[in-house]
């Protein structure tokens, strides 16, 4: 029991550590190590049942019914990370500095991940499903390569800014921070926050909220009931991932909340071959090394058949 509790918190580190850098989501980590369904699951144990255990102070059922066994130590790990990475070792300091050895890692996680499913879901079977794949596909490009556009203020709006970001976030491959600054409202969201002015904030958060019970129930019912065709899906959005976390790139910043966010970037091949480059491939070989190892040592096999 508590070598499992350790490994949940061990990946959740993994989680929380994809989602310090731009372009990359937790979700994508979770479904690298094999953890996905799960993590949908668990948030769709929060039900109306519970909040009628609420209601009714059943404290037995309250603390039973949602999967707080996987959570708690999956959230110990990813809140872990987000602090190391951030207050010990400056993640986002290295990907200003690094991108190139930062994202060589993340690509070679992503695309190791990529190769693993393929053969795990068989030739046969990806050209019978390569529909899904190629729809997943052009559904994440559509996304990554969107441009920031001038969005309204109202509240209606700023709801739906919730519901999409927080599905955005549940879905692998794509960011939720990515996505409100594309939506304009990443700064409106934590200048909000930061002035309490809740004529944003609640319809945020019920975005949110909404975003959470329908998004996690669809998934949930789409990989028990299409679980191939979601899976096919889903590494298609991951390989047009690929376009945002290519190690080279000329990115574009801009500055919200006095901090840079990631905005755009233009994949581009390097002309000359340098150390910078050395050490980009060397990542991206760990990163393959890593979910191979990932792969035979979780049991992840089983998931994915």
Avoid at 90 to 110: D, K, N
Avoid at 137 to 158: M, N, Q, R
Wanted: with cysteine.
């Amino acid at each position: 029991m508590l070598i499992s509790r350790l490994k949940l918190i061990a990946k959740g580190f993994c989680v929380g550590s994809a989602d310090v850098v731009p372009g990359v989501s937790g979700g994508t980590m979770a479904f690298i190590l094999g953890i996905y369904p799960q993590l949908i699951d668990a948030i769709k144990s929060f039900d109306s049942e519970w909040l009628r255990m609420i209601l009714s102070l059943n404290i037995k059922g309250i603390i039973n019914r949602p999967h707080f066994s996987f959570l708690i130590p999956l959230g110990i790990g990813a809140i872990t990370a987000l602090l190391f990475f951030t207050r010990v070792l400056s993640l986002p300091h290295l990907i200003r500095t690094q991108p190139e050895i930062i994202y060589g890692l993340f690509f070679g996680l992503v695309v190791g991940s990529i190769v693993l499913l393929f053969r795990h879901l068989g030739v046969g079977l990806l050209i019978k499903r390569i529909l899904f794949l190629l729809a997943g596909v052009l559904f994440g490009g559509f996304v990554v390569t969107l441009v920031p556009a001038s969005t309204p203020d109202a509240s209606w709006f700023i709801f739906l800014c919730g519901a999409i970001a927080i599905s955005a976030m549940i879905l692998p491959g794509i960011s939720g921070s990515f996505i409100l600054l594309m939506m304009k409202k990443y700064a409106t969201i934590f200048d909000a926050i930061g002035h309490f002015d809740f004529s944003i904030i609640l319809p945020f958060v019920f975005g949110i909220i909404t975003g959470v019970i329908l998004f996690s129930r669809v998934l949930s019912y789409l990989l028990k009931t299409f679980y191939q065709q979601t899976i096919l899906f889903i590494t298609g959005i991951l390989i047009a991932s690929l376009y945002v976390i290519w190690p080279f790139q000329t990115r574009l910043y801009e500055v919200v909340r006095n901090k840079e966010r990631l905005v755009s970037s233009v994949p581009y091949m390097p002309e000359v071959f340098n150390n910078q480059i050395l050490y980009s491939l060397i990542m991206i070989f760990i990163g393959l090394l890593l979910v191979i190892g990932l792969d035979h040592f979780s049991g992840k096999d089983s998931t994915l058949l």
